[in-house]
T-cell receptor, first 114, second 114 residues
Framework: GQNIDQPTEMTATEGAIVQINCTYQTSGFNGLFWYQQHAGEAPTFLSYNVLDGLEEKGRFSSFLSRSKGYSYLLLKELQMKDSASYLCAVSLGGFSGGYNKLIFGAGTRLAVHP | EAQVTQNPRYLITVTGKKLTVTCSQNMNHEYMSWYRQDPGLGLRQIYYSMNVEVTDKGDVPEGYKVSRKEKRNFPLILESPSPNQTSLYFC?????????????FGPGTRLTVT
């Protein structure tokens, strides 16, 4: 079966750093996505990791370890607008770099306080 | 403007009355997909399509049909809706082979089946 685990909720303070973890056990793996979703809105793309290591994009960084089935999203200099749900998703099948099926975790609801 | 559009945005219907939710994208993307989102369960993939006339089942295809006759359109059909299909539905598209992996989501369709 396919399984993706994330913490359900996290809280953090404005200006701080927060790390959201994601572990996965899937049959097949092509890459791992992180999406941000504000309440009542559509998800928006944050990152896509195919290879092991850390990828940095402004205040957001994403890490992947394929051997451990583990990823994290790191958010620095937290702002109030970062209060949202963060979705981890694994792409299965397809040729290298492409993807067919997507499996999402249930999401982590992050609340940023002043 | 590059976008994915869905119609209708809100729909209340009764059990057994066939309905179609339309999805259209203007980015010439090969890959399109339908998801449903329920509290505590996250996004679950219903069907996806890798190109015209090529579709496949996601994790929760029961009770749904799709077709991909044109590249830009990917309608979701509920032949006989039931209350357990009450959910928030998202359509998404992306380039199939892109290493960036970014999916663009539509605004969502909130469906209630009574």
């Amino acid at each position: 079966g396919q399984n993706i685990d994330q913490p359900t909720e996290m809280t953090a303070t404005e200006g701080a750093i927060v790390q959201i973890n994601c572990t996965y056990q899937t049959s097949g793996f092509n890459g791992l996505f992180w999406y941000q979703q504000h309440a009542g809105e559509a998800p928006t793309f944050l990152s896509y990791n195919v290879l092991d290591g850390l990828e940095e994009k402004g205040r957001f960084s994403s890490f992947l370890s394929r051997s451990k089935g583990y990823s994290y999203l790191l958010l620095k200099e937290l702002q109030m607008k970062d209060s949202a749900s963060y979705l981890c998703a694994v792409s299965l099948g397809g040729f290298s770099g492409g993807y067919n099926k997507l499996i999402f975790g249930a999401g982590t609801r992050l609340a940023v306080h002043p | 403007e590059a976008q994915v559009t869905q119609n209708p945005r809100y729909l209340i219907t009764v059990t057994g009355k066939k309905l179609t939710v339309t999805c259209s994208q203007n980015m010439n993307h090969e890959y399109m997909s339908w998801y449903r989102q329920d509290p505590g369960l996250g996004l679950r993939q219903i069907y996806y399509s890798m190109n015209v006339e090529v579709t496949d089942k996601g994790d929760v295809p029961e009770g749904y049909k799709v077709s991909r006759k044109e590249k830009r359109n990917f309608p979701l059909i509920l032949e006989s809706p039931s209350p357990n299909q009450t959910s928030l539905y998202f359509c998404a598209s992306s380039t199939y082979s892109g290493m960036t992996g970014e999916q663009y989501f539509g605004p969502g369709t909130r469906l209630t089946v009574t």
